[in-house]
């Protein structure tokens, strides 16, 4: 079992920045992949960026460039700088966490594992 919570959201004019938090607690986890997705109002769950944990990363194209991943497997924590945002960046944002094999790191059945999400508003 693997409990995740995020915080960091909130309100940031377009062009600002962020950066969200996951601490995760439970079983070793430097053995799971981690990811953020996030969902808009009346829209699914979109994958945004994830890092395996070997370490490697990736993104979605809309975020390239804008968005960073990052993990502390000592902490138990997982970070996402978010920077030059826009107000299509909007959403609700989940950490996810998963095991090292089974669906592609996009893919929103790999992750058995959620928070409850923060809350991110891009005002234009």
């Known amino acids: 079992q693997v409990q995740l919570v995020e915080s960091g959201g909130g309100l940031v004019q377009t062009g600002g920045s962020l950066r969200l938090s996951c601490k995760a607690s439970?079983?070793?986890?430097?053995?799971?992949?981690m990811a953020w997705f996030r969902q808009a109002p009346g829209k699914e769950r979109e994958f945004v960026a994830a890092?395996?944990?070997?370490?490697?990363?990736y993104y979605t194209d809309s975020v390239k460039d804008r968005f960073s991943i990052s993990r502390d497997n000592v902490n138990y924590m997982v970070y996402l700088q978010m920077n030059s945002l826009k107000p299509e960046d909007t959403a609700v944002y989940y950490c996810?966490?998963?095991?090292?094999?089974?669906?592609?790191?996009?893919?929103?059945?790999?992750?058995?594992?959620w928070g409850q999400g923060t809350q991110v508003t891009v005002s234009s």
């Open positions: 890092i395996r944990r070997s370490g490697t990363t």
């Open positions: 439970g079983r070793t986890f430097s053995a799971y992949d």
């Open positions: 996810a966490a998963g095991p090292a094999y089974g669906a592609n790191y996009y893919d929103v059945t790999k992750y058995g594992w």
